[in-house]
């Protein structure tokens, strides 16, 4: 079992930053691949990008990449989501996922833990 907790959201101006983070408890944290996903209202869960256990390679969705940056550090067990150039199409409410086995995935389905979400609104 591992627990996954996010903070870090809030309300930001259009071209401003947010570094979100996703604290884990249980399990040891490196043996999970991490995935960032979000959901606006009405719309469906969608991938924002993923990082291996190993933290070595890391992936993004085409809607993100280029201004945002996923890493963690696995002796504090914490992922992290840097956006940044946020837009206000980028308003969602965030969540981090713990995958554990094999390689990170795109499918939010794939992932077997899941935070609570953090809300993030962009203003224009």
């Known amino acids: 079992q591992v627990q996954l907790v996010e903070s870090g959201g809030g309300l930001v101006q259009a071209g401003g930053s947010l570094r979100l983070s996703c604290a884990a408890s249980?399990?040891?944290?490196?043996?999970?691949?991490m995935g960032w996903f979000r959901q606006a209202p009405g719309k469906e869960r969608e991938f924002v990008g993923a990082?291996?256990?190993?933290?070595?390679?890391?992936y993004y969705a085409d809607s993100v990449k280029g201004r945002t940056t996923i890493s963690r550090d696995n002796a504090k067990g914490t992922a992290f989501l840097q956006m940044n150039s946020l837009k206000p199409e980028d308003t969602a409410v965030y969540y981090c996922?713990?995958?554990?086995?094999?390689?990170?995935?795109?499918?939010?389905?794939?992932?077997?833990?899941w935070g609570q979400g953090t809300q993030v609104t962009v203003s224009s």
């Open positions: 990082i291996t256990g190993s933290g070595s390679s890391t």
């Open positions: 996922a713990a995958k554990s086995r094999g390689y990170w995935s795109t499918d939010w389905y794939a992932y077997d833990y």
């Open positions: 249980g399990r040891t944290f490196s043996y999970y691949a």
